[in-house]
């Protein structure tokens, strides 16, 4: 080989761009006459990329309805304006009351597709939906309240819960109906609804507060000023926090612009980019890999194959994947960048994990390597 050739031999791979960084390795070409390996186990450290939590799955900015507590985890919350109502002692001791009140109507606007669209990426449910009611008296006597709690679409009644033997006392009572009839509170009074997590199944246009019943005994009714209007007020409050469902999904695409194979000489055949991703979501997700050309378009000569699916974790214990994706092509391996594309398919024993602004993906330590190197293969002599 002349000393021409040689030399525009070693500017053109001194000229290449990998991942970004310009290869200023110099290599003795004396003996290249017919081939060599270059850049042999040669190794492209990427970085990081951006984290992508949980709300990076969808939109959760701007709608009141979402919530997050203490623990991080998110919530569909929302309360009904205060209604109020009216108790008229009778004008004799011992006669019924008479008590004056309108249906509580509580529209609840557009919520979040996630709640209600197959389509999303996830889609949650409200395994644990509790309802608040709370009743502010200024009846100086216990009187026993009932209503029924209904929900409406297009007119149309989609459930009914009675919400029975209520017993309230001057001041504030507070009541909770969920499922389970219990909870970790010491102010409320817990009330059991079998079925109450079906309330927003599917989603209404509207809550109503209807058929209210107000009882008083002779003796407590005794207790009341003859002829005086006692007034009341109430409000509701419901509150789920947003589970996972048994057939969950999430799919992510992330661009690696970094990553890029730049050459102006044949050899290049093989790469492998390396990578550990953190997963605090309770699902596993296989990876694949595309390579991109300048305009963003896939390079479908180039194929890539991944070593592992990406483990599931959670918040509490975070699991850590080396991920290993190898690259290969026919001809000669050339890119602009790289696609990683995350997928996972709920598990059923998932359902019911609670949605947490905590759970994320983090892709860390990108490396890309050459373990074969270049081989150039040149005639002239």
């Not at 079998?194 to 002779?218: A, F, Q």
Request: proline share 5%; aromatic share 6%.
């Amino acid at each position: 080989m002349n000393n021409t050739v040689k030399s525009i031999v070693l500017a053109t791979l001194v000229a290449w761009t990998v991942c970004g960084c310009k290869v200023d390795e110099r290599y003795d070409l004396n003996n290249l006459d017919t081939e060599a390996t270059l850049f042999k186990g040669a190794t492209f450290p990427i970085g990081n990329l951006k984290p992508f939590v949980l709300n990076d799955f969808f939109n959760l900015d701007g709608n009141a309805f979402i919530t997050v507590d203490a623990a991080g985890d998110y919530h569909l919350h929302f309360r009904t304006d205060p209604f109020e109502f009216s108790v008229t002692a009778p004008p004799v001791s011992g006669s019924d009351l008479s008590f004056t009140f309108e249906p509580v109507q509580y529209k609840l606007g557009t919520l979040p597709p996630m709640l209600n669209d197959p389509a999303q990426h996830v889609t949650a449910q409200l395994s644990e939906l509790e309802v608040a009611l709370s009743v502010d008296s200024s009846v100086p006597a216990t009187f026993s309240f009932g209503a029924v709690l209904s929900t409406v679409r297009n007119k149309e009644t989609l459930h009914q819960f009675s919400l029975d033997g209520l017993s309230i006392a001057s001041g504030k009572t507070e009541f909770v109906f969920n499922g389970s009839g219990s909870g970790d509170r010491n102010d409320v009074i817990y009330k059991q609804i079998s079925d109450i997590s079906t309330l927003l199944s599917p989603i209404p246009d509207m809550l109503e507060i209807k058929d209210m019943t107000v009882h008083m005994d002779p003796d407590q009714s005794a207790l009341l000023v003859a002829g005086s209007e006692y007034g009341l007020s109430g409000q509701a409050v419901v509150d789920s926090p947003l589970s996972f469902t048994a057939d969950s999904r999430m799919d992510l695409e992330i661009p690696i612009d970094d990553a890029k194979m730049e050459l102006d000489v044949v050899g290049l055949k093989k790469a492998v980019l390396n990578m550990e991703v953190t997963n605090t979501i309770p699902l596993s997700f296989s990876a694949e890999v595309s390579a991109l050309s300048a305009d963003g378009s896939t390079i479908s000569s180039v194929s890539a194959k991944t070593d592992r699916a990406i483990a599931a974790g959670t918040a509490a214990a975070p699991v850590t994947t080396p991920l290993a994706v190898t690259l290969t092509t026919d001809g000669d391996l050339r890119f602009q960048g790289l696609r990683l594309k995350l997928s996972a398919a709920s598990d059923p024993q998932v359902a019911g994990t609670h949605l947490n602004k905590a759970q994320g993906l983090e892709c860390r330590n990108l490396v890309l390597s050459l373990p074969d190197g270049v081989q150039v293969k040149l005639d002239i002599k």
